[in-house]
């Protein structure tokens, strides 16, 4: 796995040993920065990388320009990975690594961002608590990576939907 594009492009990030965490492959990851390129929705943007696992996409995200990103992940092992790719990458200035639970973090933090990553593990079921939430932070975009197609509700606007062998990523902005 590695940096596709950007200041950080082509250095090697760490991957975990085991199952316990699924990397976004660099194919799909490329295929969905290139797309936030195109709506100009990563240059100098705020960026929150929740359920970070090893942190290549808000990596990849402050790669190609964003400002700063949030790290959120509650595994010890995944913040050392996400550590290490942010020192090997350069960008641990522009980054801030968090240790909480996803929903009840996002549920007291009183920060905002203009784009949201989101890849929880497969078996995550809070979906609508966590686009509730998330609709009061008001992000301009919202990445969701999972294995399958989810119904983000009324408060958001599709804007796109790709498979990428096993995993479904939804773009989806707020409704106006």
């Not at 992940?73 to 913040?79: A, G, R, T, Y």
């Not at 008001?138 to 399958?148: G, Y």
């Amino acid at each position: 796995m590695r940096v596709i594009a950007g200041t950080a492009g082509g250095i090697r990030l760490l991957t975990p040993e085991g199952t316990g965490i699924r990397p976004t492959s660099d194919r799909a990851r490329e295929s969905i920065f290139n797309s936030l390129h195109s709506r100009s929705a990563i240059q100098e943007s705020e960026v929150l990388d929740l359920f970070a696992g090893t942190g290549a996409l808000g990596i990849e995200a402050l790669s190609r320009g964003a400002k700063k990103a949030t790290f959120v992940d509650n595994s010890p092992e995944s913040l050392e990975l996400v550590k290490e790719n942010l020192k090997k990458s350069g960008l641990e200035n522009k980054a801030q690594v968090i240790k909480g639970s996803a929903l009840k973090w996002l549920q007291k933090s009183s920060e905002s961002w203009d784009l949201v990553l989101l890849d929880p593990p497969y078996d995550f079921e809070n979906w609508s608590e966590l686009l509730n939430i998330l609709t009061e932070k008001k992000p301009k975009t919202l990445v969701i990576e999972s294995n399958r197609k989810i119904d983000p509700g009324p408060n958001w606007h599709v804007d796109s939907i790709r498979q990428y062998g096993s995993s479904v990523v939804v773009i989806i902005n707020p409704n106006k």
